[in-house]
């Protein structure tokens, strides 16, 4: 594949730190560094700085540029070139809200302003029929308009182009001709799945971020450039659990959207099969965010219903591209605690990021902060943040957090108690999300805990929710950095290809699937891998006649399609049908709907040696006061997690603390170390 295992590297920038993890002749190496928001690829090159790394030939970089300039709305101005009759659709939306009783409930503002949305003449049919040519005169008329309006990015998307995209294919030629400067993106570039709205949506996002991402990606190549960084060794991690080549990612940047949280949830799952532990939901706590993903049987799970600032109240912004489905908050180290109008405490989404950061960072802060609390709890050692590189300042701590207890009229004590309970509220919110409300038991489920602030929450989390262990893997504060390491290279396609599966003709779906491999094959070889390196998986969305919406990523076999196969793939449907809906319509046709096509290229995976084995009493590092919520202000053991050897065992209640992150271990708590390093919090749960 694109380099050994003994010259990798990963950096994963957060809204607060920078972490790289280096692979370099077996050995792990870590970094962290605070980032530099506005010009996150200095944040990058100061970690590779503090690494000491030369003349490495793979990178994997997960970067948080894309999804923050969708929500800080820093993007391009776009405008949308879409049919005669469709301007509106963006504010048309699906016509529903996702709380129907809400009187108040605003409507997502659409990132294309009116004035910005353009119609040209042209129409296609759900078949991919011209019943309208394309007025190619009248489209050049438009893009003069478009010029005159200032606009910095194009999007193009027409009806029923993911049908046939020749219309939209050549709208987009004559826009690059007239104005070869400005970033276009054309929704059959993206995706060719049906849905009018969504692809809108996700056609005008890409465009909104691709002057942006590009902007970015290219100061960052030259820096690694200087940095002896080859080109075919720069890869970005994208949102469908893979990473691409630099080149490639900017042609579709919405793609990275999720770029650095999905890292981790590829750590969990590497993770999960390494020691046996198939299902999972994973806790990724940083400065700004709480995220969650749910991991199946070793295997992540993929959405192509992503929506950017959905809540259960707010509708967001639909994203039609495979997608690891990670759902989050904004509770994370840095939130800030605050009142509301009515007088109530809550904690976030306002974070106080990396500038000035927490209270306690003797940056300037002021406002209190989920990382203050913990430190007045006494969960935090003051003089061993990331391994003592910063002493955090307790007064400032305890000044942020007095107005809330003179507001309470409490201690300052209680007051950071009160907002550590209520940044928890808020993460077992989210855990409820990914998994109860998707019809999952917390108690069949494993938490693993990454981030800097995962492991000091998680085991809080697990007692109120019930699950049966929490894991914390080797360096969480670098987890999802140590996870993009082990994630292959990836492209993805979907064809909405309606079909009646009892009676299509397989040599039809040949064609489709054929087609899509010819497709990803030159994608791949633009990134210089060869057919032979490559793995195909099939899959397939799939309904009862009749029925709306479809089972997603039905298995579907390898290799040419026959008869026989038919009847493994109406079964391999009936029986997910049945364990999503808990029936199955016998008698009834059922239809494909799309066809979806993954390839992979196999990159090795980071090694996990074994540690040798050892017990507490050498990593003891002594004794502190910490508040454990219900159960009351404990003296806890406080441990140094590299010196616990495997099989190692730590009753609570206690801290392990390491550089970079502090596991908490309740009184009703043990913590145990496998044999390759995970601490393994084991807790009693009642059936």
Not at 408 to 418: E, F, H, I, P
């Amino acid at each position: 594949m694109a380099a050994g295992p003994a010259t990798r590297l990963a950096v994963d920038i957060g809204g607060t730190f920078t972490d790289l993890v280096s692979l370099r002749e077996g050995r792990i190496g870590l970094e962290k560094t605070l980032s530099t928001p506005g010009r996150f690829e200095d944040g990058v090159m100061t970690a590779l700085g503090a690494a000491n790394l030369s003349g490495f030939g793979f990178l994997a970089h997960g970067t948080t540029v894309i999804i923050n300039a969708l929500t800080e709305r820093t993007g391009a101005s776009t405008a949308l070139i879409t049919t005669r009759g469709c301007r509106d659709v963006l504010e048309i939306g699906r016509a529903n809200r996702p709380d129907l009783y809400n009187m108040r409930y605003a409507k997502p503002v659409p990132f294309v302003p009116r004035r910005l949305r353009f119609e040209v003449t042209e129409r296609m049919n759900y078949k991919g029929q011209v019943l309208t040519p394309l007025d190619e005169d009248e489209l050049r008329r438009v893009v003069d308009e478009v010029r005159a309006a200032d606009a910095e990015a194009v999007a193009v998307c027409f009806l029923h182009s993911y049908a046939n995209p020749a219309h939209e294919r050549r709208a987009a030629e004559i826009v690059r001709e007239s104005w070869p400067e400005v970033p276009v993106s054309a929704s059959y570039e993206l995706t060719a799945e049906w849905r009018e709205f969504q692809r809108t949506s996700t056609t005008v996002l890409d465009a909104y971020v691709k002057p942006v991402a590009r902007s970015y990606l290219s100061r960052l190549a030259g820096r690694l450039s200087e940095a002896g960084v080859p080109e075919r060794g720069r890869y970005a991690m994208q949102s469908n659990g893979g990473v691409s080549g630099f080149s490639v990612a900017s042609r579709a940047p919405l793609n990275l959207v999720e770029s650095g949280p999905v890292g981790g949830v590829i750590g969990a799952a590497e993770l999960g099969r390494r020691i046996g532990e198939g299902n999972i939901v994973t806790l990724d706590i940083g400065g700004t965010t709480a995220k969650s993903s749910l991991v199946e049987n070793a295997a992540l799970t993929i959405t192509s219903d992503y929506h950017v600032e959905r809540t259960d109240r707010y509708a967001g912004y639909p994203i039609k591209l495979p997608i690891v489905d990670i759902v989050e908050i904004g509770a994370g180290g840095g939130s800030i605690a605050w009142f509301d109008e009515g007088g109530a405490l809550k904690v976030g989404p306002r974070s106080a990021g990396a500038e000035p950061g927490p209270a306690c960072y003797g940056q300037g802060g002021a406002e209190p902060t989920v990382t203050d609390a913990n430190l007045v709890a006494g969960r935090l050692d003051a003089d061993y943040f990331l391994g003592g590189r910063l002493t955090l300042d307790v007064d400032a701590a305890r000044r942020a957090l007095r107005p809330i207890a003179e507001r309470l009229n409490v201690s300052v004590a209680d007051a950071a108690l009160g907002v550590i309970r209520i940044a928890n509220g808020n993460m077992a919110q989210l855990l409820r999300r990914i998994s109860v409300r998707r019809g999952r038991d917390l108690r069949d489920f494993a938490i693993v805990a990454f981030g800097g602030g995962g492991a000091m929450h998680a085991t809080a989390l697990a007692r109120e929710l019930g699950a049966r262990r929490v894991i914390v893997p080797v360096a969480p504060g670098h987890f999802s950095a140590w996870g993009m390491l082990a994630a292959d290279l990836r492209h993805d396609l979907v064809q909405t290809h309606l079909a009646n599966a009892d009676t299509v003709d397989m040599a039809e779906l040949n064609r489709v699937w054929g087609s899509m491999a010819d497709q990803l094959t030159a994608t791949f070889a633009d990134e210089g891998i060869a057919a032979s390196e490559l793995t195909f998986v099939r899959a397939a969305d799939m309904r009862y006649a009749g029925q709306e919406h479809t089972v997603n990523n039905v298995r579907i076999p390898g290799g040419a399609l026959t008869e026989d196969d038919r009847r493994a793939i109406l079964d391999e449907f009936a029986e997910e049908h049945e364990r999503l809906y808990a029936f199955r319509l016998e008698g009834t046709p059922a239809e494909i709907v799309n066809c979806r096509l993954t390839a992979y290229g196999a990159v090795e995976k980071p090694p996990v040696p074994p540690i040798e084995a050892g017990g507490p009493e050498a990593a003891r590092k002594g004794r502190r006061e910490v508040d454990f919520d219900e159960l009351g202000r404990r003296e806890a053991s406080v441990y140094e997690r590299e010196r616990l050897g495997a099989g190692a065992t730590v009753p609570g209640p206690a801290v392990v603390e390491e550089p970079a992150a502090t596991t908490l271990v309740f009184p009703d708590q043990t913590a145990v170390v496998d044999d390759v390093g995970n601490l393994i919090v084991e807790m009693e749960v009642a059936r």
